[in-house]
């Protein structure tokens, strides 16, 4: 009885498992078929079904879009007027302020205009004044070339009359601090520039220029005199600065190389003065001694007391004179022509 009865047992058992393991596999598909569903729904949702074309429809024009209005282009800002070159760094080295800036850039233009205006105004003087100086040069002819220079005298006068105008102009914009900060910025770049030529100045050593160049520039500002006392200031104020750049900046073989530069050039010697030759005495004729000379008349003495004498004696008779002989004629030398001056 055993035996049967566990086979049974055993026959329930695997039935069970079977059909759990069937409902298993069906329940897990049901889930996996249920997932494209959803996919395809949500699809289907984005995308509305497009209407069936009906007969009517299949034989209508296919519409055209209309095109599309352009949109009117925005007109270009023009572009702010930029300073350049030398005006360009008075702006940084004055740090000016926008407002400077724009008027800066309008003195500018209208010097710009005006000096344009002129030099074509002149321009066949201007060229005719080249070519003389050109063919002066080429010819060594120093007298055409102070010709040339004397007929554009008052061209040149003109130009410089223009360039000081706009200068001013220019030098109104800025404050006073700002007019001692660009001459001591221009005062540093010319000596700079000339260090370098003479003594070659090395870029290390130029910033160390500045400061004393910016120093003299504050004396300069402050001397307002115009006359001599003014141009002495200002001559102690260059010696000033030219001393302080020899002790601070330069080294010893800068300094002789310098100093042997600006040493004034030696005088040229004096040419010797002419000697106006002597005149010669006429030579005697032959067999007639030579005349005596004329004596020059002594000059007039008061004779002093004779002393007194016993009259006894008596005066010693006076020696007869010496005949004269004619002097010996001494040949005059000619006078050395004079030296050229060099």
Not at 312 to 329: D, I, Y
Request: glycine share 2%; charged share 30%.
């Amino acid at each position: 009885m055993a035996g049967p009865l566990l086979e049974t047992q055993i026959m329930k058992w695997w039935t069970w498992f079977l059909c759990a393991a069937g409902a298993l596999l069906l329940a897990l598909g049901s889930a996996m078929a249920a997932e494209p569903a959803k996919e395809a729904a949500k699809t289907e949702e984005v995308k509305a079904p497009e209407p069936a074309k009906t007969e009517a429809s299949k034989h209508e024009a296919p519409k055209t879009e209309a095109p599309k209005a352009e949109e009117p282009k925005k007109a270009e800002e023009p572009k702010k007027p930029v300073l350049e070159g030398e005006l360009a760094v008075l702006a940084r080295e004055c740090k000016l302020s926008d407002e400077q800036q724009a008027k800066l850039i309008q003195v500018a233009a209208a010097a710009k205009a005006e000096i344009e205006a002129w030099q074509k105004a002149n321009a066949a003087k201007l060229e005719a004044f080249r070519k003389a100086v050109q063919a002066a040069q080429e010819a060594g002819d120093q007298e055409a070339m102070k010709k040339a220079y004397a007929d554009i005298a008052p061209m040149r006068e003109e130009s410089r009359t223009l360039m000081t105008k706009h200068q001013t102009a220019i030098a109104n914009i800025l404050t006073p601090e700002q007019k001692i900060a660009w001459q001591g910025y221009r005062l540093f770049v010319d000596v700079v520039s000339d260090l370098k030529a003479i003594v070659n100045l090395t870029d290390e050593q130029a910033p160390k220029v500045r400061p004393l160049c910016e120093e003299a520039a504050k004396a300069l500002s402050a001397i307002k005199d115009e006359g001599e006392a003014g141009a002495k200031a200002r001559m102690a104020v260059q010696e000033r600065l030219l001393t302080g750049i020899k002790e601070k900046v330069l080294t010893p073989e800068q300094r002789t190389m310098l100093e042997t530069r600006l040493a004034p050039p030696p005088e040229a010697p004096a040419p010797p003065a002419e000697k106006a030759p002597a005149e010669k005495a006429p030579a005697p004729a032959a067999g007639k001694a030579p005349a005596p000379a004329a004596e020059k008349p002594a000059a007039e003495k008061v004779p002093a007391p004779a002393a007194e004498k016993p009259a006894a004696e008596a005066p010693a008779p006076a020696p007869a004179p010496a005949a004269e002989k004619p002097a010996a004629e001494t040949p005059v030398a000619p006078a050395p022509a004079p030296k050229a001056e060099k």
